[in-house]
């Protein structure tokens, strides 16, 4: 979608979703204005669902999957947010059933030391920063794959202590 402002052409995309597993309902946000004037409300996707549905290409893609956005994401979501994990978890089961994907009993191969260390993700990972000159995340793949791992597996895996928060710039507690 083009907008204007003044001459000034502006491109806005939408990713619209259909038949989603959206969990918990959607949620009014303020959407970014850069001058004074009336802060738009848009209804969005939560971020549980959000996580959800990029963790479920992870563990279904596993070593094929070139999608490095996602795994940007993902490390971006963990790293400035703190996370509830019983929604967190629900929204990843609702994710997984609406697409008909079982919950995985191994550990998903996009989570292992070996993916995290993978040297075409390295190269795939150093492409996807050039073209986004996204400059707030690390140049080692290692280091995001590893922070991904650390915030997902806990809610894939529960052990006999689940842990109720994550806390972004300490991990779960």
């Known amino acids: 979608m083009t907008g204007y402002l003044g001459n000034a052409r502006i491109r806005l995309q939408f990713d619209i ?9 959607p949620e009014l946000t303020d959407f970014p204005v850069l001058l004074n004037g009336p802060v738009p409300k848009l ?21 094929i999957n070139s999608r490095l ?10 790293e400035l947010f703190d996370h509830d994990y019983a929604i967190l978890r629900l929204a990843i089961r609702n994710t997984f059933e609406r697409r008909k994907v079982p919950m995985p009993t191994d550990m998903p191969e996009s989570w292992t030391p070996e993916f995290a260390a993978n040297p075409l993700k390295a190269t795939q990972w150093a492409a996807f920063l050039r073209k986004n000159k996204t400059v707030a995340a690390p140049e080692d793949f290692s280091v995001v794959a ?3 791992s650390k915030f997902l597996v806990p809610v894939f895996f529960p052990s006999e202590k689940t842990p109720g928060k994550w806390i972004a710039a300490q991990g779960w507690e």
């Open 69 to 78: 956005k996602d795994f940007y994401d993902l490390w971006l979501l963990s």
């Open 17 to 25: 979703g259909v038949g989603d597993a959206i969990t918990p309902p």
């Open 146 to 148: 590893e922070r991904i």
């Open 43 to 63: 209804k969005a996707y939560p971020m549980a669902t959000t996580i959800a549905e990029k963790s479920e290409v992870m563990v279904t893609r596993g070593i």
